[in-house]
């Protein structure tokens, strides 16, 4: 089960820290995901980062505004995402696998629910 958090409305330039919690499997055999899809578009990955912590992606995006760490004693992924922009209003969901670290939701195999990041003035 993955549970994710930490959405809300923020202003432009503003920040939240977005938390994906997991229980039920072993969570450092896992890869894990994050993903937006905004209103009236389809959904895109975000982020990941493998199992060990060792290696994350970004998509172009967000490169620089954005950081995926992941402690894997709390069974728990954080998305820091700092200078929020209007376009990043969407809602954030945390997914996970045992493949390679990889930004394509066909990889991913559980998903949690939907956390909303409103960005607004």
């Known amino acids: 089960q993955l549970q994710a958090s930490g959405g809300g409305l923020v202003q432009p330039g503003g920040s939240l820290r977005l938390s994906c919690a997991a229980s039920?499997?072993?969570?450092?055999?896992?890869?894990i995901g994050w993903f937006r899809q905004a209103p009236g578009k389809e959904s895109e990955g975000v982020s990941c980062?493998?199992?060990?912590?060792?290696?994350?992606k970004y998509v172009d995006s967000v490169k620089g505004r954005f950081t995926i760490s992941r402690d894997n004693a709390r069974n728990t992924v954080y998305l820091q995402t700092n200078s929020l922009k209007f376009e990043d209003t969407a809602v954030y969901y945390c997914?996970?696998?045992?493949?390679?670290?990889?930004?394509?939701?066909?990889?991913?195999?559980?998903w949690g629910q939907g956390t909303l990041v409103t960005v607004s003035s």
């Open positions: 039920g499997f072993t969570f450092d055999d896992y890869v």
């Open positions: 980062i493998s199992s060990s912590g060792g290696s994350t």
């Open positions: 997914a996970a696998q045992r493949g390679l670290a990889t930004k394509n939701a066909d990889w991913y195999n559980y």
